[in-house]
Nanobody
Framework: QAQVVETGGGSVQAGGSLRLSCTVS????????MGWFRQAPGKEREGVAV???????NYDDSVKGRFTISQDSAKNTLYLQMDRLKPEDTGKYYC??????????????????WGQGTPVNVSS
């Protein structure tokens, strides 16, 4: 069964940077969508960024220009480079993958396999 494991979370001051990693194992589909989501305390989970097997990307407006999603297919790893972090970026960050096309991927839908999350805390 496919698994995803996130690493790289931590605490940082506002304006700082973090890079999250997500390692995928036992996922056999050649068509896929991978994404980062986050959930702040007391709030619903929201999509942050997605990328598909063709390299198409989509970002939430709140992170455009500050976050970069990328993938290393040889390492089966997804990354999220987070720069100019703000206190409102605080939350638990989750990685997910799904066998879905770009239409649903861009809308952060139909991702089936989820990790346990990694915490990000940005202090002011």
């Amino acid at each position: 069964q496919a698994q995803v494991v996130e690493t790289g979370g931590g605490s940082v001051q506002a304006g700082g940077s973090l890079r999250l990693s997500c390692t995928v194992s036992l996922y056999t589909y050649s068509t896929y969508c991978m994404g980062w989501f986050r959930q702040a305390p007391g709030k619903e989970r929201e999509g942050v960024a997605v990328i598909d097997n063709n390299g198409y990307t989509n970002y939430d407006d709140s992170v455009k220009g500050r976050f970069t999603i990328s993938q290393d297919s040889a390492k089966n790893t997804l990354y999220l480079q987070m720069d100019r972090l703000k206190p409102e970026d605080t939350g638990k960050y989750y990685c997910a993958i799904g066998n879905t096309g770009w239409y649903d991927c861009a809308k952060y839908r139909s991702l089936e396999v989820w990790g346990q999350g990694t915490p990000v805390n940005v202090s002011s």
